[in-house]
């Protein structure tokens, strides 16, 4: 496996209380740097001191946007290793996110590699108290200074992390959410399979307005015929329907979520009925309201699940099992974290031992 | 009028070659900065040389694109003074994407303020020689050391200018265009109508795919039908079908750009009709082909006016007016750079004197 030349950090920082944990505040002591250039490559990967990044006010990036990311963790299991989860995954996807961008595609064995090494280095970061972890944010910018409208020439890939508390600090509480029929995340042709910063960017607006009339997160809508449901804020979304768990099918607006991938081979593999296909506004809240809908909830690496106890769409409000986690949002939560933390077996080979 | 402080640079660059100006590559001696903290606002508005930005791995301009940006140029005119066209438009019009951003307005008059003095300061940057210019880009960044998806907290407001040379240097060849069925560039809901970066992401691919295969641009159709056209490259566009000038109405899709509203107020001044509205490729395409289609064209900053000669749309090809400019583009293109440059009078009141 590929070695990276590491420059220490100077002095290390003293480590957070794992109680104060904010998600995305706190960052470690080292980062992974890796430039492309054209005609050359992506060369000189290194881990080296965390510090800023100095570029060009003409930085491709800070105009156009030309920009990917991943967001995973490493896990501290009983018996003090440290381990991954489906590490390559996101590793798969950056280079998908950079194909649609423009961006040269990573070498996927030694981004691997690399995601490893920084953890390694920073293996005391990683936390122990239960929930916690250390999330690992690779991602790649443009850099080349020019103002033209095109794909740049040079890049940095950069892989930082940071200590996070436990999601769910007291108990899982199901959250509020809404439709949202004004602003758009995503479109066929659109670049919303991948994570650019530029979907991200486009949501905060609804996030925003949902939070200030007391809603956690919007339900988005497809931007063709605004009637389709795509995702929860920026997690993928389940629905359990009838004995059959639903989700938006990858039509190419909504991101192939590996937890999302992760629940439905769970689900298959204990029986539960899972149909990825398309599925209206209407046919939810018809569901829900016809006392079919039996559970709902979101999934995304942050909350690994997060179950939905209140839903509106305009005028229409209904609420999902009286508001509390469903057994099989309780299920798949207990054996996802488990299976990531170590305190469960993983028949399927997903977790990476460091 | 605001005065901002101005740090010199300790050692100025020499000019550049006139002849050899490339686009977005060379940039002046100084820059302009003023920072955004929340509950301060802007403050600290200054002229500093021109010098790489460093900001934190996690600033949230990396991973989530909270980032606009705009486009106007300074003129040399004939009697050795300097000139901006319509500036308040891209002040108003950064303040319209930085609301769909969740970005601080900023202050309308200030800003104008600080684009006037940085030219000021930049004067021996205004190049003379016919065609070229002092191009000004001013842009805001997120810079909030944080992975969370929200607004950010922190801002920097920049503005950098860098001499252009002519852009038609070899007189005006009418481009090849094709009608993009793939990719997409913005749906109604989404962020169409700023210039955020993620727009100009989103449109790389398309872009260069048309280059590979000999075209200068794509044609852009809406995301919702795929058959309504919205613009060219990062270009308006406007056709003249059987003497009527039709661009595509501002749908919340198409960037309200400033010198399709300088085209549009200009052809109605001359009697000439124009029609904002949908128009399909369809409806194109069946105009060329029956003799209709006059004369088509991109507006933008850069290029002013920018004459199509030959469209593509799978296997349709069309070619406009012979390949060669039509009268009406020529003489917008004619008038409005006579404006700019401060050649031909200007009725309209449109450019500012510095």
Known sequence: MKEYPVQRAAALKPLPDPDMLVFGKTFTDHMFLMDY?????????RIVPY????????AMVFHYAQEVFEGLKAYRSPDGGVQLFRPMENVRRINSSCERMCIPQLPEEDTLAAIEQLVRVEERWVPAKPGTSLYIRPFVIATTPSLGVHAAHDYIFCIITCPVGAYYKEGINPVRIYVENQDVRAVRGGTGYTKCGGNYAA?????????????AQVLWLDGVHRRYIEEVGSMNVLFKIGGTVITPALTGSVLPGITRKSCIELLKSWGVPVEERLITAEELFDAAEAGRLEEAFGSGTAAVVSPIGEMGWGERHVTVNGGQIGALTRKLYDTL?????GTVSDPFGWTLKL
Not at 52 to 58: I, K, N, Q
Not at 337 to 341: F, M, P
């Open 37 to 45: 250039t054209a005609g050359q490559g992506w060369h000189d990967g």
């Open 51 to 58: 510090a800023p990044l100095a570029l060009e006010p003409s």
């Open 203 to 215: 949501s905060i607006r609804a996030g925003e307005r949902a939070e200030e009339q007391g809603y």
């Open 337 to 341: 974290t488990g299976i990531q933390w």
